[in-house]
């Protein structure tokens, strides 16, 4: 098997079940999905689907009921994955430094290496020049950025994205989409890119994988083989997205006739 | 046509405003204080007031100095702030540990619930018999009665505020693989329960020196022991200087903490 094929994450028949009280609330059934290395995959899908849920699973933020999920990190690496929140969620209490710096503590490095590993994940996404600023006086986008600076200091194999971009506005995001694009080329980092936003999707990654159902499981996994770097202005999939909007869209038909 | 004008934001407004602002502040401060002396030392001069109830505030000056020069006045500050110092470090940090583990640990917060239910409403005073009995009477008896106050305020400040921290943000040390309590506590729980914390302990630092004056009052020597010796002689002038010294206290103690606290707490918007 050629290296390219090398899968980074591998998922086989995840089912998550949420049980409080009695209740029961089947989210996840039955997912398979095998990530390559140095891939960009966007998840789509309606809300509720459990996007989310997946990705939470992968980090270790929730416990599948069955299923295996097989990550495989390089060697010597601390940390195979690294989580973004859609909200950046900054600790008030330390500067944009230490935010970045926070997920490096505990790996044996000194203050002083963490720091430069921290600016340096700083500069990547250009905000070196804010490095003693308080969270609370950065704007969203700069948070959110810092909150990928953060993700990307620990040198993860893996970005895990849940909407990051969603709450920003149009052009913020769009500039960061490009940005996310540009890090991705260089660092060579595997992404997985939650998102409802199916123009988001296709724009961004090399296969869309459509999430759907109740339970929500794969639906469709389509190949984005647009070149990069590629242009918003005219939408040069239209089949694509019209194709994935049908998957979603159709899914939820199903699911309110109460199949 | 007409011309709007919008008020100026805080960055617009000239600096200086600010400066006059505060002085302005600082002379209605000044006339209110000079009003509330004028009428205190007419009240008795007129006779409304019996001089012996109410000492005008004349006379007091005369008697702290000779406080002072009996050296009465010192022995009597310092044994007070033995006191309370050691009173207000020993609630404090038992509150904090309480307030903190019981905060963290549901197991914990079950287990003490009725104990805290039972011993909570006790005053601090129905304690001084035991405290007596258990220390005699002395500087640790006005100890514990100190810190059984100060436990108490501390104790739910940081039972409350560890209680209240954003679950977000402990999912933020879960994802980065800080999952143990102890990396909770001191990444995530601590930081984000310092505002909660430090609003306790500054009520624990009021409350300590009512305390203060309880404790003493069954003979521990202190700032309340010669309060009580001079209410009983009724020298009220000498009440006075020690109420002005228990503010003055309190007043530089509290200063000096708000300093602190502003200094820990400079992340906030
Ligand atoms: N802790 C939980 N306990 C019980 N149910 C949960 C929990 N977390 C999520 N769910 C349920 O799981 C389902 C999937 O949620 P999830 O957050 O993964 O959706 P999503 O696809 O990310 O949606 P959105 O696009 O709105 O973010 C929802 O029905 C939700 O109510
Ligand atoms: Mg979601």
Redesign the interface.
């Known amino acids: 098997m050629g290296a390219a094929m090398e899968s980074v994450i591998d998922i086989e028949g995840l089912s998550l079940t949420f049980e409080r009280d009695g209740q029961r609330n089947e989210v996840l059934r039955g997912l398979d999905l095998s990530v390559p290395r140095g891939a960009f995959i966007a998840i789509v899908g309606s809300s509720g689907v459990g996007k989310s849920t997946l990705l939470r699973v992968l980090?270790?933020?929730a416990r599948a009921s069955s299923g295996t999920v097989r990550i495989a990190p390089r060697p010597g690496q601390r940390?195979p994955l690294?989580?973004v929140?859609q909200?950046s969620?900054l600790?008030?209490?330390?500067?944009v430094i230490e935010n970045v710096a926070?997920?490096l503590?505990?790996s044996g490095l000194t203050r002083t290496e963490r720091r430069q590993k921290a600016h340096e994940a700083l500069e990547i996404v250009g905000l070196a020049h804010l490095a003693e600023r308080?969270?609370?006086q950065l704007s969203g986008g700069q948070r959110q950025r810092v909150s990928l600076a953060r993700a990307l200091a620990?040198e993860p194999e893996v970005l895990l994205m849940d909407e990051p971009f969603s709450a920003l506005d149009a052009i913020t995001r769009e500039a960061l989409q490009d940005e996310l694009v540009r890090i991705w080329q260089v660092t060579g980092k595997t992404v997985l890119f939650v998102t409802h936003d199916i123009e988001e999707a296709t724009y961004l990654a090399d296969r869309v994988v459509v999430l759907a159902g109740s339970p929500g499981r794969v639906v469709a996994d389509q190949i984005v083989d647009a070149p990069r770097p590629r242009r918003r202005s005219q939408s040069q999939e239209p089949d694509l997205v019209a194709g994935i909007r049908q998957h979603i869209s159709g899914e939820l038909l199903l699911d309110g006739t109460g199949i | 046509m007409t011309d709007i004008t919008l008020p100026a934001g805080p960055t617009a407004a000239p600096p200086a405003r600010p400066v006059l602002d505060g002085l302005r502040q600082v002379g209605l401060a000044a006339a209110g204080l000079s009003l509330f002396i004028l009428v205190w030392e007419a009240l008795p001069r007129i006779g409304l007031i019996n001089s012996m109830l109410l000492p005008a505030p004349s006379v007091i000056p005369a008697a702290f100095w000779a406080e002072i020069q009996s050296g009465a006045w010192a022995s009597a500050v310092s044994a007070s702030l033995g006191h309370y110092t050691i009173g207000l470090a020993v609630g404090a940090v038992l509150g904090l540990v309480g307030g903190v583990a019981t905060g963290m640990s549901q197991l914990a917060e079950d287990m003490t619930s009725w104990v805290v239910r039972v011993l909570r409403p006790i005053p601090g005073l129905a304690w001084v018999p035991f405290a007596i009995i258990w220390f005699g009477v002395s500087q640790s008896a006005a100890v514990f009665i100190i810190a059984i106050g100060v436990f108490w305020i501390v104790f739910f400040a940081a039972h409350g505020a560890i209680r209240g921290v954003d679950r977000d943000l402990i999912e933020v040390a879960d994802a980065f693989g800080f999952r143990s309590a102890r990396e909770r506590l001191f990444k995530i729980l601590l930081p984000a329960a310092m505002p909660g914390i430090l609003v306790g302990l500054r009520t624990a630092l009021g409350q300590a020196w009512m305390a203060v004056v309880a404790a003493e009052i069954f003979g521990v020597p202190g700032l309340g022991q010669r309060m009580i010796q001079a209410s009983s002689l009724l020298a009220t002038e000498l009440v006075v200087v020690y109420m002005l010294t228990m503010a003055a206290l309190y007043g530089l103690l509290d200063t000096v903490f708000v300093a602190v606290q502003r200094w820990v707490l400079r992340w906030k918007a």
């Open positions: 980090i270790g933020l940390q690294a989580f929140f909200d969620r600790l008030p209490w330390r500067p926070f997920g503590e505990g308080w969270p609370h620990v």
